[in-house]
């Protein structure tokens, strides 16, 4: 073979070396997953040469994979999908840690159409390799139909798209690590909502925001009615496994906007961005209405019933700063206390 006829393929293996060596100092050298994925998405595009690519990562708890990054047709409407391990061929190559090389979909059984269906797309060839650290599936990554070549992946684009993965499998590994550690620090390890010491980062962030845009801002301060009498009836595990149900309450009523803390012992603040007064007052009805129709401790045969008492304060309609809107909101909790309990006073 004559050296001209080498050229092409020693130019490829140094695009190949020289990308790889990118990815790896980037990897290295920050903790920034959104910069590693972006390095990724242009040595994938590049080396690999896919109509379409997505990295799909593991929700551990749901035991599903969702679509962390999609590059191509239809990228919006797929990227609401969420597979089950094991569906589809994401799916099989997540729960089974192994890649595939597939040439025709329509020949393979694991193949799900749920994608295509959404995406009014064709998927005909495919390579899935998985990304793993400590045997644990973080995700996978998934070519589908290559430009050139005839549109079917060979042998050495799965050896690369390995090597990629497992670099990729590094970088999530190491953001994991760092958001856990972080978390840690402004976490209560109890209710998983933000701790005390977070709170004043939190409002001060908060404010300074509604400020800016000129919006509403509510906070709300509740506190367990005689939730003494739980740790003195049945011990103060129990009351701690009491509040971590709690905390799961809180969390679901608060979704992805509003914010939620562990003040202390049997006490939460609240904080609803872009809210008004009457906005918050109505949501604490529908939060004390969930406590209320709560029972606790039922795993433990105990069947536990507790109620609250809420004090709300907004900014600005009662408070110019954020002194002024806690001990506002703080007061009015304990004007419940001091009267009928299982309340809700506004400042």
Known sequence: METRDLLPELQKRVRELEAFDQIGKTVTSTLEIKQVLQVLMDHITRLL????????????????????????????????LRLKMGEGICGWVALHQKPLL????????????????????????????????KGKTLGVIE??????????????????????????AIAIEN????????????????????????????????????RQEKTHLSLIFIDLDHFKSVNDTHGHLVGSQLLRELGDVILEMLGDVYIGTRYGGDEFVLILPNTTKEKSLEFAHRLRDKV???????KKGLFIKVTASFGLASLPEDAKSKDELVRLADDAMYRVKAKSRNGIEAA
Not at 104 to 131: G, H, W, Y
Not at 292 to 298: I, K, P
């Open 49 to 80: 040469d896919p109509n379409n690519w997505s990295m799909l990562l593991t929700d551990e708890e749901k035991q599903e994979i969702y679509f962390e990054i999609v590059v191509g047709e239809g990228a919006e409407v797929i990227k609401k």
């Open 102 to 133: 597939i040439a025709d979909v329509n020949k393979d059984q694991r193949f799900s159409k749920k994608a295509d269906k959404l995406s009014n797309f064709k998927t005909e060839a495919i390579v899935c390799v998985p990304m793993v650290s």
């Open 143 to 168: 070519l589908i139909n290559k430009k050139s070549g005839g549109g079917e992946f060979t042998e050495e684009d799965l050896k690369i798209l390995t090597s990629i993965a497992d670099y990729a």
């Open 175 to 210: 953001a994991y690590n760092y958001r856990r550690i972080h978390e840690l620090t402004i976490k209560d390890d109890l209710t998983k909502l933000y701790n005390s010491r977070h709170l004043h980062t939190l409002l001060d962030r908060e404010i300074e925001k509604a």
């Open 292 to 298: 209320n129709d709560a029972t606790f401790l039922e």
